[in-house]
């Protein structure tokens, strides 16, 4: 009797998806701004302290029983916050500051999923277009180094000091701050290829290089701010107190660690700067307006505005908590308009 031939299985065929790629991508992105308002917030309330561990698997789960919520509640009194800070704080009020930083993590471990699994997934249907896949890979590679520098961030608060590095504080938010603009822009690009195939990635304008100089300059004094407590050191404006800057105040030593590690002077300088972040914003407008890019031009405007707003009120409110999360939202999505201006600017066309 004559054998069958075997019929051989089909081949996958690359079919790129490039408009379901950007939309995963604007997803994630989202996804790391609400990331980025969740942890302004655990700092405000000063709960990044309240875990004491690093357990990427076991940790996804919060303590289940009142023996779990005692073991956590005694590791966090042996560190220095709860023995400088918070000595006598109740089980109910540890369950408080708790709440924040377990909602951070989880929320990191989510967005790590959320990136890891669709990347194979559109790695395993062939969907990702030529010259991209290295970037999703760096991406996937830099939330993964984002999680290690969250914990050496938290580490830093653990020994000897009542709170975390100002400066470990400012490297993890610029991080996840290259994430979102990384997830946007590779998405934007994506998006312009769905809509002309062959379309070449975006070029950054020169003006948009200046505006988002000078964001990420404020963004790392925002967070010196945070880390340092500045913005409760003068809550009046335009003068802090009755002076522009105010006398008497003592400095440091190198005169350049002023720059970094004096609360009263990372608040002018941040006062200050939002004025230069402002110019550099209405010049990329200006570009707008002068392309007929009248959207973003306006959009621009817009948020810059609402922006400087909201730190003003910041200030005022005496660093209230809604007002001061609200401010650094809208520095992402400040940020976005910059990023997404910027590329309308610098898209090219197929050739």
Excluded at 177 to 188: D, H, K, P, R
């Amino acid at each position: 009797m004559a054998s069958t031939p075997a019929v051989a299985a089909p081949e996958t065929v690359a079919a790129p998806r490039p408009r379901a790629l950007s939309a995963w991508l604007f997803i994630v992105a989202a996804l790391v701004l609400a990331m980025v308002v969740v942890g302004g917030i655990t700092r405000l309330t000063e709960s990044g302290l309240s875990i004491v561990k690093w357990e990427p698997l076991s940790g996804t789960l919060p303590p289940l029983s009142e023996p779990q919520w005692q073991a956590e509640f005694a590791a966090y009194q042996a560190t220095p916050q709860y023995l400088r800070v918070n000595a006598g704080m109740s089980l109910a009020e540890f369950k408080n500051i708790f709440f924040w930083e377990y909602v951070h993590r989880l929320l990191g471990r989510l967005i790590g999923i959320a990136f890891a699994l669709p990347l194979l997934w559109f790695a395993w249907q062939r969907a990702i277009p030529r010259g991209y896949g290295w970037k999703l890979v760096a991406i996937l590679a830099l939330g993964a180094l984002q999680g290690a520098i969250g914990w050496w961030m938290v580490a830093s608060g653990l020994v000897d000091r009542p709170e975390v590095s100002h400066i470990r504080l400012a490297i993890h938010l610029l991080t996840a701050l290259t994430i979102f603009s990384a997830c946007l822009w590779v998405g934007l690009d994506l998006r312009a290829l769905a809509r002309a195939p062959g379309a070449a990635p975006a070029r950054m304008p020169t003006a948009g290089i200046w505006a988002l100089s000078l964001l990420v300059l404020q963004l790392m004094y925002g967070a010196y701010v945070a880390g340092l407590d500045a913005g409760f050191a003068y809550n009046s404006w335009p003068k802090m107190g009755d002076e522009w800057f105010p006398s008497g105040v003592p400095m440091l030593d190198p005169w350049l660690r002023n720059l970094v590690d004096n609360p009263i002077l990372v608040q002018f300088i941040h006062r200050w700067l939002a004025w230069g972040v402002a110019a550099g914003v209405a010049a990329l407008a200006f570009a707008a307006f002068r392309r007929e890019r009248n959207g973003w031009g306006a959009a621009l405007i817009g948020a810059v505005a609402v922006q400087i707003s909201l730190g003003i009120a910041t200030l005022l409110s005496g660093v209230r908590i809604p007002i001061a999360a609200a401010h650094q939202g809208m520095a992402v999505v400040l940020l976005g308009t910059i990023l997404a201006a910027s590329h309308s600017l610098g898209r090219r066309e197929a050739p």
